[in-house]
Each structure stands twice: as structure tokens, then as C-alpha cells.
T-cell receptor, first 113, second 114 residues
């Protein structure tokens, strides 16, 4: 079993929809949680970063972490065609882990006009 | 702003051939990482380096070697390529961190082994 599990989708939604992307993790040592966005034929880029449990909002994007249930979520409001990409959740244990990330499988999202 | 540059972008190899993938970063980052990305598997860490002259194994190191002779460069070598190593390889770098610095990724090397 992977330490970070993510439904690969694909997920297709109409423009303007609210998108919910989710991951679960099994390693209790994970403290830092990220969402990366990856466009086709490109490298991942950091979208959101959260420490421990709680919410973080940035424009149309909201990241949530519930450490009690080991659940990570990303919400996209008013989705746009430009949001079409693969979304990867990632976690890190902090401390002496040297920034090493454990990624989920990635969810392919398509927002159609 | 070049950021992280990977060379080459595409390559086709025959089984048993060797090759080296080059990663260069111009951000003066201490940490560098090599990942492979396969369908349905996400990104998996192959090797990483926390400084010039130091390397360490990640989750899937078998069949690969790395070197970090210069701070800005991180090389990934395949000594005897196998079809199972067909993948997209990503290099990333970050500042020294316990975790809260983002990793900056290159755009990948697409490698096919026949």
C-alpha cells in the first residue's frame, strides 16, 4: 500500500463547477502537505502548502488537512479550463527527512467550457 | 530565469545501453532530487542529494547511480538500461529545509527503452 493514496480519476467538470480533490495517507509522521499542479509535458509546480491540520485559502483554491482522519483535500472554486491539469498531493515528515516528498498517484482534471 | 534544466528532453535507448541524464539548477539550491513518473504511480524518488559530494537512495534506487560533483549539477546514470526503466524522469531542487521549502522541478526527460 502506498503511503499516499489518490484517486487518479480522470475527473471531468463543466466550467464554473466546484472541484474536490482528495488524498489519504498512512504515515503518522507526515506533517507537511502540498498540492502540486502539473500541466501536460511539464514538471509539477507547487500550488498550495499546509502545515499540520487546518485550512489554507489562496484565491479560488482551498487546501484542507485533517490529521485525525489522515485526509487531504483541495477545493477549486469557479473552475476554469486553464485549471485542466494533473493534481498531485504530496507529504513530508519534516525533521531530518531532507525535504523528501511522498506523492500520490495524481488526479487528471479536465474543465470543459 | 532558467530554474531547473534537464538534458536531454527525449531519448530512445536499446536494452543494455547506458546513458546519463543531466540536471542543472541556477538557484544555488543545496538539495536536489531525481524522481520517475509512471502512469498510475505518481512520482517516486530515485536518489537525492543534500549537498555537493553527497548522495542517498530514495524509494526506487535499483538500476540507477547518481553523482553530485558540482552544487548546481545532479547526474542520473543508467548503466545497463532495461525496458522497466522506460519512464519520465524529473529532477527537482530546493533550499535546505526540514520540509517547508517548495521543490522546483524541471520539465522532465522522456526515456524509452526498447
Amino acid at each position: 500500500q502506498k503511503e499516499v493514496e489518490q484517486d487518479p480519476g480522470p475527473l471531468s467538470v463543466p466550467e464554473g463547477a466546484i472541484v474536490s480533490l482528495n488524498c489519504t495517507y498512512s504515515n503518522s509522521a507526515f506533517q507537511y502537505f502540498m498540492w502540486y499542479r502539473q500541466y501536460s509535458r511539464k514538471g509539477p509546480e507547487l500550488l498550495m502548502y499546509t502545515y499540520s491540520s487546518g485550512n489554507k485559502e489562496d484565491g479560488r483554491f482551498t487546501a484542507q488537512v485533517d490529521k485525525s482522519s489522515k485526509y487531504i483535500s483541495l477545493f477549486i472554486r469557479d473552475s476554469q479550463p486553464s485549471d485542466s491539469a494533473t493534481y498531485l498531493c504530496a507529504s513530508n515528515a519534516g525533521g531530518t527527512s531532507y525535504g523528501k516528498l511522498t506523492f500520490g498517484q495524481g488526479t487528471i482534471l479536465t474543465v470543459h467550457p | 530565469n532558467a530554474g531547473v534544466t534537464q538534458t536531454p528532453k527525449f531519448r530512445v535507448l536499446k536494452t543494455g545501453q547506458s546513458m546519463t541524464l543531466l540536471c542543472a539548477q541556477d538557484m544555488n539550491h543545496e538539495y536536489m532530487y531525481w524522481y520517475r513518473q509512471d502512469p498510475g504511480m505518481g512520482l517516486r524518488l530515485i536518489h537525492y542529494s543534500v549537498g555537493e559530494g553527497t548522495t542517498a537512495k530514495g524509494e526506487v534506487p535499483d538500476g540507477y547511480n547518481v553523482s553530485r560533483l558540482k552544487k548546481q549539477n545532479f547526474l542520473l546514470g543508467l548503466e545497463s538500461a532495461a525496458p522497466s526503466q522506460t519512464s519520465v524522469y524529473f529532477c527537482a531542487s530546493s533550499r535546505p529545509t526540514d520540509s517547508n521549502q517548495p521543490q522546483h522541478f524541471g520539465d522532465g526527460t522522456r526515456l524509452s527503452i526498447l
